[in-house]
């Protein structure tokens, strides 16, 4: 079992940065694959970002390449998104996912997840 919590999000300016944190229950965090979904209002749960369990592979989305960029602090039990340039696009609720498997925190299905932190990007 994990248990995910997700703090850092806020109002921002557009052009402005935010870090997400996901802080990860049990002993086991440095086994799971961790990624970044957001959820804009009235639109469907969309992949950010994702991280192996070692840090060494990640992946991001087309649309946040270049401005976002999620690590993890095993010690901490923690992954991070930190998003910079931001835009009023990037409005959503931002959920972290962990999952035993690559394939599973990338296509959205993994089996746990946190309750979100909402972001807003004024323009």
């Known amino acids: 079992q994990v248990q995910l919590v997700e703090s850092g999000g806020g109002l921002v300016q557009a052009g402005g940065s935010l870090r997400l944190s996901c802080a990860a229950s049990?002993?086991?965090?440095?086994?799971?694959?961790m990624g970044w979904f957001r959820q804009a209002p009235g639109k469907e749960r969309e992949f950010v970002a994702a991280?192996?369990?070692?840090?060494?592979?990640?992946n991001h989305a087309d649309s946040v390449k270049g401005r976002f960029t999620i690590s993890r602090d095993n010690a901490k039990n923690t992954v991070y998104l930190q998003m910079n340039s931001l835009k009023p696009e990037d409005t959503a609720v931002y959920y972290c996912?962990?999952?035993?498997?690559?394939?599973?925190?990338?296509?959205?299905?993994?089996?746990?997840w946190g309750q979100g932190t909402r972001v807003t990007v004024s323009s």
């Open positions: 996912a962990a999952d035993n498997t690559w394939s599973g925190v990338i296509s959205g299905t993994s089996d746990y």
């Open positions: 049990g002993r086991t965090f440095s086994s799971y694959a």
């Open positions: 991280i192996s369990w070692s840090g060494v592979r990640t």
